[in-house]
């Protein structure tokens, strides 16, 4: 989610956008990181385990890792309740738009 973020906000030349993709909130302290994933507290996918355990590098591809538990066998089922839950709400978000 974090590279999703980063890669959305990049300008593209001659496309001009009204609005700039940011990544909503505050950049964590680094003195005192949050526990667990340390970009959880940012994530509009951040489910159960986020917030307490770090998660592992996962190889999603040769020589291509990640570091989220979206990714992580064992969270298949939360996975996938919330990149549903975060389906549904950008949906309602887009329709209260076009309202």
Known sequence: PYTKGLIEAVPVVGKK?????????????????????????????????????IPQNIEVGTNY????????????????????NVKKNSSNKESHIQN
């Open 17 to 53: 956008k009204d609005v700039l993709n940011i990544i909503p909130g505050m950049v964590p302290n680094l003195i005192y990181p949050p526990s667990g994933c340390r970009f959880h507290p940012r994530c509009e996918y951040c489910f159960e385990p986020c917030d307490s355990k």
């Open 65 to 84: 890792f990640v570091a989220c538990h979206l990714y992580d066998p064992q969270y298949k089922e939360l996975a996938e309740k919330s990149i549903q």
